[in-house]
């Protein structure tokens, strides 16, 4: 099997911040695999430094060791038994990559979505919440504006800015009253000012808190003492146990983070079997990223609208996925879908 890995710098629109910091040129890594028949899967590592803690430079180095391996291997192998020992080893954003791409390779050899290869028997359009990126006031309430008119029924703002209830209340107006409200803490606040800024932002109508904090008991506190605003796990997710006892209401689960297809779809039976609700979101990836999560929320049926439509955050390139009245379609065609290798490769 031969593998190539290219790295690509994609520039979004504005800066996106978070409580955790401003990021403006996304690295995104991409990977091509093409086995002794001439069929291509393709694949894409979206690591956040802050987020999974691992850089670009680790995950180059741990697909060139995959590229290596699955050089080397002969032609009739099992990439699932050369690679196992990779796997345990890799950083899961470049795992995600690969599983990505075998699963990409896999519906191209079979002349099938991915979506049906994962048990799916339809693939409905996803529902997805709108991200309100804008730090001010005035800019949250037009966007928030442009996602009722959209007909997005889902917006999420980020929260532990400063202002927080000034722009939450921007949002609400500008939203109307039927739009649900999600925030994202990214793990800003301590159990104390976790609990009193719900207690005071809950009259604005908040659906869910994602990761108001860090830590699995540190979320249980939160939950017990705010029982009228749902909170979800992110970043806590990946942590070891996280998905096996239930402390709150829902759990986000990522592509990138949990190590692709194959892992995103062992999560969530992880997570609901400890009677966690499940949605999906991405780490700001690119289109392939996005493509994985949409075949996989078509075997998820994910219980809250999904993160997943960031592409149009980024700048000069089109979106292959635009929502349409807060759904985007799960691509039909062979593999992961068609279409996407440019978006890598502006102009
Ligand atoms: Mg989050």
């Known amino acids: ?189 301590s159990v104390e000012e976790a609990v009193a800024t719900l207690h005071a932002l809950a009259p604005v109508g908040i659906e869910l808190c994602e990761e108001p904090v860090h830590g699995l008991e540190q979320t249980r506190s939160v939950a017990a003492a705010v029982p009228e605003i749902g909170l979800a796990l992110d970043e806590t997710a990946s942590g070891a146990g996280a998905l096996e006892n239930r402390v709150c209401r829902a759990v986000c689960l990522k592509i990138a983070a949990c190590g692709g297809i194959t892992g995103l779809l062992d999560a969530t039976r992880r997570a609901r079997a400890a009677g966690y609700e499940v949605y999906l979101a991405s780490t700001l990836d690119g289109p392939l990223g996005i493509a994985a999560a949409l075949h996989a929320a078509a075997a998820v049926r994910p219980d809250h609208p999904c993160g997943l439509a960031t592409l149009g955050l980024f700048a000069g390139r089109e979106d292959p996925f635009p929502p349409r009245g807060g759904r985007i379609e799960v691509p039909t065609g062979a593999g992961l879908g068609d279409g996407m290798a440019d978006w890598y490769r502006p102009e």
């Open 1 to 189: 099997m031969n593998v190539e890995v290219d790295l690509v710098s994609a520039r979004l629109r504005a800066p996106f911040v978070s409580a955790r910091g401003r990021l403006q040129d996304r690295p995104l890594v991409l990977v091509h695999v093409e086995d002794a028949d001439g069929f291509v899967g393709l694949g894409e590592a979206a690591p956040l430094a802050e987020y999974h803690g691992v850089n670009v430079e680790d995950v180059l180095e741990a697909l060139e060791a995959c590229r290596i391996v699955l050089n080397a291997a002969p032609p009739a192998a099992r990439h699932e038994n050369v690679l196992a020992e990779w796997r345990r080893m890799a950083p899961v954003p470049a795992v995600a990559a690969i599983d990505m791409a075998m699963w990409d390779l896999e519906g191209r050899r079979a002349g099938q979505p991915v979506w049906r290869l994962l048990g799916a028997s339809a693939a409905e359009p996803v529902e997805v919440n709108y991200t309100i990126a804008a730090a001010d006031r005035a800019g949250a309430s037009r966007q928030a504006a442009e996602a009722r008119g959209a007909g997005f029924r889902c917006v999420k703002a980020k929260v532990g800015l400063g202002d927080d209830a000034g722009r939450l209340a921007a949002v609400r107006a500008a939203a109307g009253p039927e739009v649900t409200i999600r925030l994202d803490a990214n793990g800003a606040w």
